[in-house]
């Protein structure tokens, strides 16, 4: 099984984001625009990736104060 270039730039945000890292959310979303990828899927990776972001630090917290 194979991904398109755009899928694997959205993989790419997704993990930056994850990261935390801006500058490779920067470099990565001008990549992506480039490969025609669309403002809306761009904003719905980056959106679904601060909620795993996030979900996931809550988690770790609780964890760890419990």
Known sequence: MSI???E???IIISAA????????????M???????VSGADIAA???VAIEIRRNA??????????
Not at 57 to 62: A, L
């Open 4 to 6: 398109t270039p755009q």
């Open 8 to 10: 694997r730039e959205l």
């Open 17 to 28: 984001v994850g990261s935390g890292c801006k500058t490779c959310i920067k470099q990565d």
């Open 30 to 36: 001008l990549i992506a625009n480039q490969l025609r």
């Open 45 to 47: 990776t980056v959106a």
């Open 57 to 66: 630090t809550n988690d770790i917290e609780n964890f760890v104060s419990s």
